[in-house]
């Protein structure tokens, strides 16, 4: 009985060094960045994060679990815009966003919150020109943690959970913003001929 008192403090006294290591080590204010160059014009990509309802096309977490129940904002993009979302699904759970702040064709920023949640994610999208069609993005989410072991761990993973996501919405960024721009530019061309054959219609008038 002795000896698996022992052991029962023995494993108390490890769990409560590797708490107290966990806790020195592990900064409790943690941001995740991730940059793609994305073969869009900047103007498109922009207004896929800017847009509120846009983000069912690319973000990651909508692709997790299609059937989430989201309801929008009346604004819908730009200062003030923001969706909420419920889903079974623990990967996803329930939350809102918000855009707090956009610069066209230059910034956003916006607030996460996540319930359940210990603080919001604040999230920060920077957009820079490299060339007609070629956009340089930048994807970052600040967060803070409480020194709580379930936050201290997912500090410590932030990283490697949530850059990944960020990776694969940022692939999936390009791919919406592409089909955009080649809508857009189709659209712009039946736009010139209208106008040409208006042109011809009353010269020959």
Known sequence: MKTL???LLAIVLVVVVIYGIMALVI??????SRTAELNAPIRVVFEQVN???NWEKWSPWHQ????MKIEYANIPSGPGAAYSWESEDPNVGHGSLKIDESIPNESIHTTL???GQSSDGHGTWKFVEKGPDRT??????AMTFTKKPSDLMFAAMADMILGGTFEDGLENLEEVSQEAAEKQEI???AEVLEEDHEMMEEAEE
């Open 5 to 7: 008192t022992r052991i």
């Open 27 to 32: 900064p409790t204010e943690k941001t995740v």
């Open 51 to 53: 847009t509120m309802s």
């Open 64 to 67: 997790i679990d299609p059937n």
């Open 113 to 115: 919150h996540f319930e």
């Open 136 to 141: 340089e993005v930048t994807w970052a989410m």
């Open 187 to 189: 659209q712009e061309a």
